[in-house]
DNA sequence: CTTGGTCGTGGTAGCGATAACACAGTTCCG
DNA sequence: CGGAACTGTGTTATCGCTACCACGACCAAG
């Protein structure tokens, strides 16, 4: 095995190629004049040293360091892995490196992987909160003065860049539909109110009621961690109630998934025993069936705005007031909400 | 707005608590001993001031930055997806943070991120490389004494600690599964040679040809890129043969939807009229609608094991054999290879 | 022939942290 | 009771790079 090298510096480059490492510097950064012998002399032995400046020095003495992060509660939820594609997309073209944190919806570990960004000197961070509970994280973005966008979820109190869903509008779409099928009794699986979209949703939900001239019934809300366990668990507890519900909005699509277990698991069938609905595509599910009726969400799209947002912020120094981007979802209709499908 | 403060630094700290800066900085370490009384101001004024010590300069002067890189194909792929989850687990726990990359299968792209995690200073990186052609880019990694781990393909060459599923077997089982249930002509959809997995998958797929003593036609391999347009095409052309195959065994699963699509763009179905089996589950798709006979392979624990190689590399210096890990992978029968299923 | 540009380049001083050493005061033990 | 060992803390010198200023060479203009 070859030994591990020691590191080439500006200075290794300077001295073979017989200038000073000022002068490298200025060739690496395309800045100022060079003799355009000198900047071939030097251009050279950066090939044969095989030299790559460090970002940690010039980090340093600039106080920029090029990196973004982008922090969301679960990568392997499909909606938000098409947002760090579409995140780490923007980032990589625009020359930006881009850092993935997941806190799995968990405060502490969003509060450290905040800290940990801060220490990393970040330029900005994008980052879908876990919940109004962030504020105080981000708070702390702000008075350490790191820009900082939130995508998918507002929070309570914290006047910032955003980029989300219409998540009234198409949970109102979601219920509107199952009443125009007729049911009356609808239930809703959804997350702590605490998350933003799980609280806009909650509202979509009852005023879609309201304009049906239906009067809320708090039976009918289950509340459940929005994973596919507590899909599951929740719709288990609907289906136990003594005047079940005939249809089911479930608050996105890992929900909805455990949500049709359960129903299984009781012996009946989606939507023939109930309708279900939900917020969110699964990409490589509804490719090989499409079953689900869903609003389907730009999730790609909310990363890449999300990022473009962010380094607006970064390269523009814009003073000017939070922008809120709202990106109306789409209405996909399938089997699983018991309508005669197309 | 409040205006953009200035960073404080271990000097702000220093002072305010009247000491120097050396022995703020161990305390923050922890390292060697400090006076209670001393450490408790240091800590109060740490708090005060919201003291965030800066890694960039931490990592310049001890040559080392608490970052890992992880570098992927694609991160949107279900397969990987877990690979990132995995790893990101196993970073952040061991106190290590990671830098994600989506290479989107480019090698350009691909050499382009890794010259940028060299510039990181990245201590270690986890890669599932695009193919054999990433040889370059990992030799330089080497040349800059940087600890790498290949994830879940190998390449040619390039003698590394590994962490794979077991291609070669798998193939040969889904493929037996295939002739045992009578077909005679087995279709393959697969990439480029190149990648390690098609190429040890294509060992596999004639393994089991021989063992049945059947004769390899060149014809049923279709080669395309692996993902669901790929596999449509693919699968398309296969149909259009003169002979075509009465099964198809797709590279992996996202090839296995396009496929899917092909068949029935044809008005046919699978399993009735080509039955098809894949690598790779896809979580919430099975979880939906368990259709798909795979070999499952454990892809978070390939981003764990990685990840604690590379960790292994880095914090033990170990110079010892690359270790190969190579981790079964599980045969799910389902309805699409046509058997009369569980 | 001085003055005042423009070039091309180098010197010096940090960025924010820590390694390595130094040093004063205390404790211990033969 | 004096030197060794230990405690707690400060000083200095970088880490690799770039901002900022300086400087010699050259040339045109007054």
Redesign the pocket.
């Known amino acids: 095995m070859v030994p591990t090298p020691a590191?080439v510096?500006?200075?290794d480059v300077a001295r073979r190629a017989?200038?000073?490492?000022?002068?490298?510097?200025?060739v690496?950064?395309g800045?100022?004049?060079?003799?355009p012998?000198?900047?071939r002399r030097v251009e050279d032995s950066i090939a044969e040293l095989g030299?790559?400046?460090?970002r940690?020095?010039?980090g340093?003495?600039?106080?920029k360091t090029g990196t973004l992060a982008l922090i969301v509660p679960d990568v392997a939820n499909p909606f938000f892995t098409l947002i760090v594609r579409g995140a780490e997309d923007v980032a990589r073209r625009a020359g930006y490196r881009m850092i993935l944190c997941d806190t799995r919806a968990d405060l502490a570990i969003e509060r450290e992987v905040i800290e940990e960004m801060i220490a990393h000197r970040v330029e900005g961070i994008a980052i879908a909160p876990v919940s109004d509970r962030s504020r105080p994280h981000l708070e702390r973005l702000r008075s350490f003065g790191i820009h900082f966008v939130l995508v998918d979820r507002t929070v309570e109190g914290v006047e910032q860049d955003v980029v989300h869903g219409d998540n009234t509008a198409g949970a109102r779409r979601l219920v509107r539909h199952l009443l125009d099928l007729g049911h009356r009794r609808i239930g809703f699986i959804v997350e702590s109110d605490e998350v933003s979209t799980a609280r806009d949703r909650h509202q979509g939900y009852r005023e879609a009621l309201q304009d049906a001239g239906l009067k809320f019934d708090p039976a009918l809300i289950a509340r459940a961690p929005a994973v596919p366990e507590g899909g599951l668990q929740a719709m288990r507890r609907l289906l136990e109630l003594d005047d079940p519900p005939t249809a089911v909005f479930a608050v996105n699509n890992l929900v909805a998934l455990g949500a049709i277990e359960a129903v299984r698991a009781l012996g009946l069938e989606v939507p023939d025993d109930v309708a279900l609905v939900c917020f969110d595509d699964i990409e490589h599910a509804s490719r090989l069936y499409p079953f689900l009726t869903v609003m389907a969400q730009p999730a790609e799209t909310l990363g890449t705005i999300g990022t473009q947002l962010l380094l607006d912020r970064i390269e523009r120094r814009a003073t000017d007031q939070a922008r809120v981007v709202v990106l109306p979802a789409q209405f996909l209709l399938r089997r699983s909400s018991g309508a005669a499908a197309a």
Chains 1, 2 share one sequence.
């Open positions: 590191t510096t500006i200075k017989g200038v000073s490492a000022m002068t490298v510097s200025r690496i950064n800045s100022a004049r060079v003799n012998e000198t900047k030299y790559v400046p460090s940690l020095a010039r340093l003495i600039r106080q």
